[in-house]
């Protein structure tokens, strides 16, 4: 018999769920997404698109694979209280 699986964190890792963003035209090449797979969303970038499927690569574990749309969403970063959108991140940072 399996037990459902139990982690510890701190207080300051704990965040509000993400509002989901719609893809409207869809993904883009390199757009940084999370992926839900194993219990848990995913950082990657999609490298491809086939149909329904997106193919996301994880800088983390090396590995690319293909999801469903519906197993995505647009990455955000929690900063200063909020969600910010990656690419957002990156114009501020900039400026």
Not at 41 to 67: C, H, M, N
Request: glycine share 8%; net charge positive; aromatic share 14%.
């Amino acid at each position: 018999m399996s037990k459902l699986l139990i982690e510890t964190v701190s207080a300051d890792e704990v965040r509000p769920v993400p509002l989901r963003i719609k893809f409207g035209s869809g993904l883009s090449m390199f757009d940084k997404v999370d992926a839900f797979d194993n219990d848990g969303w995913w950082v990657g970038k999609v490298t491809g698109q086939r149909g329904p499927l997106y193919f996301v690569f994880s800088e983390t574990t090396g590995d690319e694979i293909a999801y469903h749309v519906s197993r995505l969403r647009i990455h955000l970063d929690w900063v200063n209280g909020k969600w910010v959108s990656s690419k957002k991140r990156w114009f501020l940072q900039k400026r």
